[in-house]
């Protein structure tokens, strides 16, 4: 079967990103000149021909497909494996793995481009190396020398896969609630039992080798999260030589037949004292999973991000294609596209997904470059909680909107449309739902630190308002002004957020409206760092008028969506 809709990778927005739109060569930075934005939009090009070509054409064929599970084994749709050698063979696992691990170490805005296009052109596919990458960043800040030898190397060169073991049937966003247990062998190993629920690419057959990375409880171990260790534990185990001996005591018990995402395979995993390998300390289970759950919880902003674009791409072709009924003062023929309330949803869906490719970029420069950097390290972590609460629920309505212009051939199957709809789903809810992200940013990020960090990002807004207002132009005069009154309104809803302090319910119970309060005005920031940027060019481009014209949309169309959650926060938690 073939793909219902073609990928065209964004490859202009991420060169003005590298580029341009924050004032500085990211990449050049970043790298310490190792690499230019030029040569950082090169690599996204090559990503982008490569995932349009091999990874794309197999994302209609897994919906329709999916995973199955035959005689223990999971089997994955006919290219699926092909597809994973040849992303393997040209050195896309690798490029993205940190140096210190034994990677590329491209730097956090590239990635944040090349996670955008893998799950643009098949978010199902994308997920294997999703789970791969946080593993890697994992075992890469705990693991000892001898797991890093036994199983990093192999995750980073792509020949093994790896995967997040923490759900279980009584213990969902309650990991404090986790049963299963490790208890020592006399070898050192540990054997683990226990059953895993959700696990996605628990298990397949695209990779000679599954590394689950296991939260369980040592005897003896404190109930809550403070009695949960870090294991590791193959699908096969490794001989004293590398090479692969007997399975594991794991078994796949079921695969869930689920709403979107088909080829992903979400696994049910029993542990049948399995043999596993410790990670880092006794009871620091928690703290090493959550360098993977980070990694995953940005990840899923660029998922996000990608399905939205491609729902955006296919609904954008369709428009200037089919012809139906008369535009309003348009020629007799024009496409309706030309239909203004067509034109109002594709200016929706494309502002959006601009405002989350920009933010994607910011906050991975901002985690590389708060390694060194405590006060970008601050902003870093205060943004990865609305880059993935914000861009998930939004891109919910950018795949909805997309549906619409299809009209009631957007509800048909055939077209693709509606995979893009079921696919974003889970989104919001896999690595924390929306709720556990703005409780993250609430409480751990802003009553913590008294609205400090929230406090920067209002000031950097300040200063992008300064320099719009300088640049005598409509549209920059436009965007400043409603971002001043944006940032006006947030600053309420902090100080508000903040009076709650003796009603923790009434913060809480606001928590997400104040995450997409956030995610709201970033966006509108990052669409006036884009007209700042244009403006003050002295190369235009044919992308000039359009980006304009985008911060002109989201200035009026989403923009005004801080004033009424402000009010919304100011309320507290309805009883």
């Not at 629920?393 to 079921?422: C, P």
Request: charged share 20%; hydrophobic share 45%.
């Amino acid at each position: 079967m073939a793909d219902a809709s073609p990928y065209t990778p964004p490859v202009e927005d991420y060169s003005f990103l590298f580029a341009d739109a924050f004032g500085v060569d990211l990449i050049e930075r970043a790298t310490g000149g190792a690499l230019t934005a030029e040569d950082a939009t090169d690599i996204i090009a090559g990503a982008g021909d490569f995932a349009a070509s091999v990874i794309a054409p197999l994302q209609t064929l897994g919906d329709a497909s999916g995973a199955r599970l035959e005689n223990g084994q999971v089997t994955l749709p006919d290219g699926f494996a092909a597809a994973y050698r040849a992303f393997v063979d040209a050195g896309w696992v690798s490029a993205e793995a940190p140096e210190s691990a034994g990677g590329d170490g491209l730097p956090g805005a590239v990635r944040a481009g090349l996670g955008e296009i893998w799950n643009a052109s098949n978010a199902a596919f994308a997920l294997c190396w999703l789970l791969s990458q946080g593993q890697i960043h994992a075992l890469d800040a705990a693991a000892s020398p001898e797991i890093r030898k036994i199983f990093l190397a192999k995750l980073v060169s792509g020949e093994w896969t790896g995967t997040m073991n923490l759900t279980e049937p009584e213990a969902g966003t309650d990991l404090g609630a986790i049963r299963s247990i490790a208890s020592p062998n006399d070898d050192g190993s540990w054997a683990i039992r226990g059953q895993k629920i959700f696990i996605t690419w628990g298990d397949h057959d695209i990779a000679e080798n599954i590394v689950h990375l296991v939260l369980a409880r040592t005897p003896g171990a404190p109930d809550g999260a403070k009695g949960l260790s870090l294991f590791v534990a193959p699908k096969f185990l490794v001989n004293d030589d590398g090479s692969l001996g007997e399975r594991n005591a794991i078994t796949t018990v079921a695969i869930e037949h689920k709403l979107g995402i088909h080829a992903s395979p979400t696994c049910v995993l029993a542990y049948e004292d399995a043999t596993g390998y410790l990670v880092g300390e006794i009871g620091g289970g928690l703290a090493g999973m959550f360098v993977m759950m980070n990694s995953a919880r940005a990840g899923m902003g660029f998922q996000a991000t990608g399905i939205a674009d491609r729902a955006y791409q296919q609904a954008h072709t369709y428009a200037a294609e089919r012809l139906q009924g008369r535009a309003l003062d348009r020629p007799a023929g024009a496409p309706i596209a030309e239909h203004p309330d067509v034109r109002r949803l594709l200016l929706s869906m494309s502002t959006k997904i601009f405002a989350m490719r920009a933010l994607g970029v910011y906050v991975g420069d901002l985690l590389d470059r708060g390694e060194t950097d405590p006060a970008a390290s601050t902003l870093g972590d205060f943004f990865v909680p609305i880059l993935k609460g914000w861009t998930t629920e939004d891109a919910q309505q950018v795949t909805s909107e997309a549906v619409q212009v299809f009209g009631g051939m957007g509800f048909i199957e055939e077209t693709g449309a509606a995979q893009h709809y079921r696919d974003v789903r889970i989104t919001t809810i896999y690595e924390g739902t929306t709720a556990i992200q703005s409780n993250d940013l609430v409480g751990r990020k802003v009553i913590r630190d008294n609205g400090a960090a929230a406090g920067e990002l209002f000031n950097r807004i300040d200063e992008t308002v300064t320099t719009l207002r300088s640049l005598d132009h409509p549209t920059a005069s436009r965007t400043a002004e409603r971002l001043d009154r944006a940032v006006a309104a947030s600053r309420r809803a902090t100080a508000d957020l903040l009076g709650f302090a003796d009603s923790p319910r009434d913060a809480y119970g606001v928590s997400v409206p104040y995450l997409m309060l956030l995610g709201t005005l970033s966006g509108g920031w990052m669409h006036g760092l884009a007209v700042a940027a244009v403006l003050k060019s002295a190369e235009p481009s044919a992308s000039d008028a359009p980006r304009l014209v985008a911060a002109d949309f989201y200035g009026s169309h989403h923009l005004p969506r801080v004033y009424a959650l402000a009010e919304t926060v100011a309320g507290g938690e309805i009883v």
